[in-house]
T-cell receptor, first 111, second 114 residues
């Protein structure tokens, strides 16, 4: 799996959009970008994934650059419940291989 | 539609005892993964199983740890002769395994070895 680089921590004001960057400059053509989050000590929660097109679901939007070397997860209206560690992971989609978690970004939503 | 279920949620064992952690995947999911999170550390993959088969056990410690996913019943992660270093949160995840590859995680089992 390609490695990813994320900032260690970020703050965001409640109600504002939270933009979490991820660098994956060595990503290969058949690898997808996945985002998970872990709230406190709960089990990780799947957020979204994409290959090269931007994706949106009820939780977030994923913007992938044209060269696919970086991406941004956007939480449009952050709430206090969005405080968590966010993990950006790249992996192939055709199999069901393991997820390799890095250190992630600790996002704190400020009231 | 119930999510991934794990039990027990908390487990205390003395050094040398056995720990058995159970995972019931989401309905319709035939692929199970186990991950471990040591205190103040990240999540690490341990093992990937399909019904009655171990597909990838590259993250399993060589000794004392074993996993199974029988045809009927939950997946079991077994730790024999536990030591203090086994204290951690153990998470199970499942996926349908048919071209859909998101993994859905359970709430975890927190093992404390005294």
């Amino acid at each position: 799996d390609a490695k990813t680089t994320q900032p260690t921590s970020m703050d965001c004001a409640e109600g504002r959009a939270a933009n979490l960057p991820c660098n994956h400059s060595t990503i290969s053509g058949n690898e997808y970008v996945y985002w998970y989050r872990q709230i406190h000590s709960q089990g990780p929660q799947y957020i979204i994934h994409g290959l090269k097109n931007n994706e949106t679901n009820e939780m977030a939007s994923l913007i992938i650059t044209e060269d696919r070397k970086s991406s941004t997860l956007i939480l449009p209206h952050a709430t206090l419940r969005d405080t968590a560690v966010y993990y950006c992971i790249v992996r192939e989609n055709f199999g069901n291989e393991k997820l390799t978690f890095g250190t992630g970004t600790r996002l704190t939503i400020i009231p | 539609n119930a999510g991934v279920m794990q039990n027990p949620r908390h487990l205390v064992r003395r050094r040398g005892q056995e720990a058995r952690l159970r995972c019931s995947p989401m309905k319709g999911h035939s692929h199970v993964y186990w991950y471990r999170q040591l205190p103040e550390e990240g999540l690490k993959f341990m093992v990937y199983l399909q019904k009655e088969n171990i597909i990838d056990e590259s993250g399993m410690p060589k000794e004392r740890f074993s996993a199974e996913f029988p045809k009927e019943g939950p997946s079991i992660l077994r730790i024999q002769q536990v030591v203090r270093g086994d204290s951690a949160a153990y998470f199970c995840a499942s996926s349908p395994g048919q071209g859909v590859s998101e993994q859905y995680f359970g709430p975890g089992t927190r093992l404390t070895v005294t």
